[in-house]
């Protein structure tokens, strides 16, 4: 037969199947025609992969099938487009294809393939197969003809190729491997293997539906539950009502829309909050006081400030007692002191950490109407909270930043002012919250970055470093104990030496507190188990200076690399950091055949190269000496770091005068204050802890403003002790003991 074709992409049609046809492409179109205007009225459908390139001619066996069906077009319709009607009746096989070169029309030569004869009983079993196949299916209404009826219709057909074609008219099936499979055992069962997968389609179906009623009956239940406990809240009657209001709205809300959820997820935040439920707390201040002193060594003036400042609390029912910051290095035990207050009073203890936080509603919370939408931290917490009267600790306070997403620091204003906090609102939230009961404590290294009108309502407790007698006290009493249980080791076993101990708060670490002592004593303990399971231990281990060389090494530090002694133009200064106190070695060279320029290197901020410009002012005023020919270089140490701040002033002075007259410093001094350009010295900050970087680097004598002398004499005997402290008024004083008899030249 020569008959035209027509490309069906992707899609098969079996014998006996009828199909509705839009034509959407030229050579149907085309094909269509010459059927109508011929006497046959036949066609070929040939099937071709999805990849063939429209209107050209395919090749056989690659591009389209080689097992095609011929059918006749029973009728047409036009209401807008073409649309046709055919049905197939016989398989054929595609002979070749050929393409009218000036109309694009495809035709075809083809021979009748008709499936193979079988035997009855293969034919018998494989209709029955297939009708009880189909009796799963029979359920289902498909194309508006109720299931029944088409197992009916397919038990009264005779012909197995029949049943195939009713069957593909009416479910979806693979019909492709079925058209080109000769053998009717695996026809059979590729149409029981669609039809079971029709079935277990539509019992997944059936599942899901009854699966969303039962978790509707289930939601219906949450609700009924969240009702019951709003009803139970200890909450004002405005939160009451406002959640029940909500609720009513979450009943009318069908389970599947997105705001039910959202809803739902509110209301559950809402009822977990421990409204108006307080755990109430009795200030026994000595217990406070045997609490501290049990968890903390030495601090005498910060555990005095804390049970000061609760005794106010007590006798005034918190009413004025401001928040608490508690300022100092990293490793001095603000944390802990916070921890040991709480236990004290029996409170709850959350701790937040801020550092970073630079998107206000961190502290605010998202407005529930956005996606994923969250209360607040201060919200968030107090939800796993069982009273609203916890202890907060707000740590790194000094951390915050703020971007164009809002200030956090401004949010935590609300939080933390007396004034506001009683009916604090969340944004998502959105109900006033009671927080003036909750004891709200805040850390930070500095109060330089903390926003004045933040700083403004908290109460700044400094915490200095420790002196390396403290150090040793804390690591025999808290640090070894913690570290030997962590390394399974036990007291008995292993002895820490207090020379063990020293060598490495001298060696091995630079802090004011003491968590890099606890890391190095760990790692001590660490190397200790490893050789007992890989080498055996002695009964009891004693570790010595010796022990701790070899276990960790060469010390990284020595007395050496925080003073300069013996050059002229040198001077050790000393500064405070946010990491405690350093000693800062300064330079002074003056460069010959210069301008008059002066150089400052170190990666130096603004306020120490103006307190340079100060002291080469005042150096040039006392020696009377000129600049006009030579260049005055000014060099700080450790340039990668940053130096800032006022207090190098007199040692800059010192290390200009030195470099200017050619005299030396006197041996083992240090020095520190403000200089102003009429020679005064003014008080300077950190004290303690730059007293504590002199001791840790040896020093003989240090050089301090007279304003400081009273907290000096403040200071641990065994600091004082270590050194001469030496309190001036004037340069001159300065440059007296720096010098001593030394002539100017």
Known sequence: MKLPVLFMKDETFLPGQTAAISPAHKEMRSALGKIFAGPVGKLAFVTVDSKAVEGEL??????????????????????????????????????????DSESGTITGEFDEYPYPS????????????????????????????????????????????????????????RRRRILEEDDILRRAKYICDDLAELDAKAR??????????????????????????????????????????????????????????????????????????YRGATVDLEEVRRVLDEDHYGIEDVKKRVIEYLAVMRRTGGKTAPVLCLVGAPGVGKTSVAKSIARALGKEYIHISLGGI???????????????????????????????????????VDKLTSDMRGDPSGALLEVLDPAQNGAFRDNYLELPYDLSKVFFIATANTTSTIQKPLLDRMEVIEMSGYTEDEKLAIAKKYLIPKQLEACGLLPEEVTFLDDAVDLIIRGYTRESGVRELERKIGSVCRKITTEALTKGLPSER????????????????????ERT???????????????????????????????GDLILTGSLGDVMKESAKIALSVVRSETGRGLSDIDVHIHV?????????????????????????????????AMTGELTLSGKVLKIGGLKEKLLAAKRAGMKKVIIPEDNAAEASELPDNVKSAFEIVPVSAISEVFEQAFGDGARQ
Request: hydrophobic residues 40%; negative net charge.
């Open 58 to 99: 395919p090749e056989v066996g690659r591009d389209c099938r080689e097992i095609c069906t011929i059918g006749t077009v029973e009728s047409i319709a036009e209401d807008g487009k073409l649309v046709f009607r055919a049905r197939t009746d016989v398989r054929a096989k595609v002979i070749s294809l050929e393409q």
């Open 118 to 173: 079988a035997p009855p009983l293969k034919i018998a079993f494989a209709r029955k197969a297939v009708l009880e196949k189909l009796k799963l299916v029979a359920p289902l209404k498909v194309s508006g003809i109720a299931g029944e009826k088409v197992l009916k219709d397919a038990s009264e057909m005779g012909s197995f190729d029949e049943i195939c074609g009713l069957i593909a008219n009416l479910y979806p099936c």
């Open 204 to 277: 997944n179906i059936k599942e899901s539906i009854k699966k969303k009623l039962e978790a509707q009956d289930e939601e219906n239940e949450d609700i009924k539950d969240l009702t019951e406990k709003v009803n139970a809240l200890a909450a004002s009657d405005e939160v009451k009502a406002k959640l029940n209001k909500d609720l009513r709205r979450c009943a009318r809300m069908p389970v599947s829309s997105p705001e039910y959820s959202q809803l739902i997820n509110y209301l559950e935040t809402a009822v977990s909050l421990p409204w108006n439920v």
């Open 358 to 396: 630079h998107d206000e509603a961190e502290i605010r919370g998202h407005r529930k109407t956005y996606i994923g939408a969250m209360p607040g931290r201060i919200i968030s917490e107090l939800a796993g909270a069982k009273s609203s009267d916890p202890l907060f600790l707000l740590d790194e």
């Open 542 to 561: 004693k570790v010595d200076a010796r022990t701790v060389s070899e276990l960790l090494g060469l010390p990284p530090y020595s007395e050496k690399d």
């Open 565 to 595: 002694d013996g050059e002229i133009g040198c001077v050790n200064g000393l500064a405070w950091t946010a990491a405690g106190g350093v000693t800062l070695p300064i330079e002074v060279k003056l460069v010959p055949s210069g301008k």
């Open 637 to 669: 140490p450790a340039g990668a770091t940053p130096k800032d701040g006022p207090s190098a002033g007199i040692a800059l002075a010192t290390a200009l005068d030195s470099a200017f007259t050619d005299r030396k410093v006197s041996d083992g001094l």
